[in-house]
């Protein structure tokens, strides 16, 4: 990890700083929308962002294996002891994965609620045993945890200027607009480890069920319906979008490029399936590059009048009061 990250951050422990190098290769490694996204924020919010995502990746690593060499039961082990270890971590701010050393130090620097991280390792749970959902409402109840609560822990590290309490549920929106654009993405991929995130009412709705994907996947072989299903699953993840996207203004002015590009990188994602004729079956579709450099670009553009806008003033009685925050 840049040292420069860490030291504008106070990481200045030599194991702490190894482990926090961890969950950025991580970041860097299967996160590349999220990745350059991540470089348009303040470099001193930077690693706790990485430590958030490896977090997060190395639970999903543990109930996502596909090796046949690791049965179901080793994988609930795993993912125990790491609950276990989160839970020590967060008491001692030891523990024996980097990635638990990192985010609990991160939980601890930002007050993070401790139950989101509860919350995010029973929908990883589930996804051990859950291979589908009857309906919407049982998959953003699954996204509470997997998804939401993501948004939530990103709030602390990102600022807000206005109560916490009030951008809560646009960040939560966030995680959730992202997930279900991974999901739609991703279908080929989830259905090779047996789940389908999209929802059966959904589906049904055009005459598609499990053995229809299952054969498509199989044979190459597409189908009318099946693209109409996830047409409607395009749109509905973009509704989601639009109900998320008010709270970017809620943020500090400096992390707002951060989010707004991957705002729009990720809504790249939906266009790309778009213009792919949906092929998500057989086919991983990605924003191109020259598109994400574009995005970067402006980002990297949005930061630098942020960094040269005066910043506003205080209130007259919280400078009677000495009472003015100092900045992260």
């Known amino acids: 990890m840049s040292s420069r990250e860490l030291d504008a951050a ?26 350059l996204a991540t470089r348009l ?11 958030l995502y490896g977090f997060a990746r190395w639970a999903d690593d543990i109930v996502d294996s596909l090796d046949p060499r690791v049965p179901l039961a080793e994988r609930e082990g795993r993912l125990r002891r790491l609950e276990d270890g989160l839970a020590y971590g967060l008491r001692t701010g030891g523990g024996a994965e980097p990635v638990v050393r990192a985010v609990a130090d991160t939980a601890v620097r930002y007050t993070i609620d401790r139950s989101l991280f509860a919350d995010f390792l029973v929908s990883i749970r589930s ?7 009857p309906t919407y409402a049982d998959l953003r109840a699954y996204m509470h945890g997997s998804a939401a609560v993501i948004g939530l822990q990103m709030l602390p590290v990102l600022g807000t200027v206005t109560g916490r309490e009030e951008a809560a549920p646009y960040a939560a929106a966030l995680g959730v607009a992202f997930q279900l654009t ?7 991929e989830d259905l090779d480890r047996g789940r389908v995130y999209l929802p059966a ?52 002015p400096r992390v707002r490029p951060c989010i707004r590009a991957a705002f729009v990188l990720y809504g790249g994602i939906l266009d790309a399936i778009a213009d792919d004729g949906y092929t998500v079956l057989h086919r991983r579709s990605s924003v191109p590059a020259r598109r994400r450099a574009g995005v970067a670009l402006a980002g990297f553009a949005g930061v630098v009048r942020a960094r040269l806008r005066p910043p506003p003033p ?13 900045g992260r």
Not at 10 to 35: E, I, K, M, Q, S
Not at 127 to 133: A, K
Not at 183 to 188: A, E, Q
Not at 213 to 225: A, F
């Open 10 to 35: 106070g990481v200045l422990d030599p194991g702490l700083r190894a482990d926090y190098a961890v969950c950025r290769r991580l970041n860097a490694r299967h996160g590349r929308t999220y990745f």
């Open 314 to 326: 205080k209130p007259v009685s919280a400078v009677g009061a000495g009472a003015g925050r100092a």
């Open 182 to 188: 991974n999901f739609l993405r991703d279908v080929g």
């Open 201 to 252: 009412d959904l589906l049904a709705a055009h005459g598609v069920d499990r053995t229809l994907l299952e054969w498509s996947r199989r044979t190459g072989g597409g189908d009318l319906r099946i693209r109409a299903a996830l047409r409607e699953a395009e749109a509905m993840t973009r509704a989601v979008y639009r109900e998320a996207e008010p709270g970017i203004a809620m943020l500090e």
């Open 127 to 133: 996804d051990l045993r859950v291979t589908d959902y």
């Open 41 to 51: 924020l303040p470099v001193e919010r930077r690693c706790a962002v990485h430590a």
